[in-house]
């Protein structure tokens, strides 16, 4: 049976009130490496009334640039949906292989809107910039004013004592350089060695970190809106400075020398300050924004392990190692003060 008629035969189990069930335009969506994602329209019957919806199919593939739990990433979109925090709205969570193949979750899909940063240095888009960074850090410092147990995440996303949060994310991504490194990387190895020697303060609250907060994970509008802030698989509870340090990862201003692209670093700071009601210590940001670059490097070194290993041959594997490798090394000499 094809994937559009195993969809509707599965949702179909899922709405009993529905009749004529009917998946069609069902299209891979390119970029995102950690799962496979479609977006398809449903079309249905309900009490002699014809319906349809847009939606969006998140599977996860063979095998992946980074390991993580489904669930997790479903409750923290469902913990957020309907708050100032724009995402989709969740609709049914499979954590079984048998449907699919592979595990995944259905979503509805926000129509209309960009997430490609190519397109923020064109028009119409250049005149949005100054909007859309002032959107994208004050969306950043609510998710870290976000009550994790009011939101229910507590439940489902592991605990860690503040004293911990820097050493717990050091350690999981030096291992997945351990495990998947094809060939010796002193650089990042030297930053390693000077973040175990130099820890940071532990975090004023422990909060929800999106894990992959950056230009390229919302959708945009041309007037600088935020509808939606996707991708948040490697969501988890620990420093809120985690999150601000991965959007200060040079690799992600784009080549354009600012933060995220948009603004420059202080101006982004000062936003997120203001909306989080929390303080960025500049010795504190300055270490997470350097793990970023360990962390970064991390995941697109894992990416060639899976292509190499022949787990996952789909471009889209070994395009980041290919192309951000060579740069990551560059952004972490860049934010050490070496080049």
């Known amino acids: 049976m094809s994937l559009e008629g195993r969809l509707a035969a599965y949702i179909s189990g899922r709405l009993p009130q529905a009749q004529n069930v009917v998946v069609d335009r069902l299209a891979r969506i390119s970029g995102g490496a950690s799962r496979e994602t479609y977006r398809f329209r449903l079309s249905w019957?309900?009490?002699?009334?014809?319906?349809?919806?847009?939606?969006?199919?998140?599977?996860?593939?063979?095998?992946?640039?980074?390991?993580?739990?489904?669930r997790i990433e479903f409750e923290a979109y469902r913990a957020f949906f309907g708050s100032d925090v724009p995402v989709p709205e969740m609709l049914w969570l499979e954590e079984?292989?048998?449907?699919?193949?592979?595990?995944?979750?259905?979503?509805?899909?926000?129509?209309?809107?960009?997430?490609?940063?190519?397109?923020?240095?064109?028009?119409?888009?250049?005149?949005?910039h100054p909007k859309l960074a002032d959107r994208k850090w004050t969306?950043?410092?609510?998710?870290?004013?976000?009550?994790?147990?009011?939101?229910?995440?507590?439940?489902?996303m592991e605990p860690v004592a503040p004293a911990d949060c820097w050493s717990r994310e050091l350690g999981y991504w030096e291992q997945v350089l351990d495990e998947d490194e094809a060939e010796p990387l002193p650089i990042i190895r030297a930053a390693i060695r000077w973040l175990r020697a130099n820890p940071p303060p532990p975090p004023q609250r422990i909060t929800v970190v999106h894990g992959d907060y950056r230009t390229g994970n919302f959708l945009f509008d041309t007037a600088g809106e935020i509808h939606g802030v996707l991708d948040w698989e490697m969501a988890h509870l620990g420093d809120p400075l985690e999150d601000l340090g991965w959007g200060f990862n040079p690799v992600w201003s784009f080549g354009r020398g600012q933060a995220g692209g948009l603004v420059p670093d202080h101006q982004a700071v000062a936003i997120w300050e203001r909306s989080s009601g929390l303080r960025a210590d500049p010795d504190a940001l300055y270490w997470w924004t350097l793990f970023n670059c360990v962390k970064g490097q991390a995941i697109w070194v894992s990416s060639a392990r899976a292509w190499i290993d022949g787990g996952n041959r789909e471009p889209i594997m070994v395009y980041p190692p290919w192309a951000l490798q060579n740069a990551q090394d560059r952004a972490t000499l860049k934010v050490m003060g070496r080049l």
């Open 139 to 156: 969306i950043l410092g609510q998710i870290a004013r976000a009550d994790p147990e009011a939101l229910g995440l507590t439940r489902v």
């Open 45 to 70: 019957t309900e009490a002699g009334a014809g319906r349809s919806r847009a939606l969006i199919l998140r599977r996860d593939p063979p095998a992946s640039l980074i390991d993580t739990e489904r």
């Open 96 to 128: 079984e292989s048998g449907p699919l193949d592979h595990p995944f979750f259905i979503a509805a899909e926000i129509e209309g809107f960009q997430a490609a940063p190519a397109l923020l240095w064109t028009e119409p888009y250049l005149a949005c």
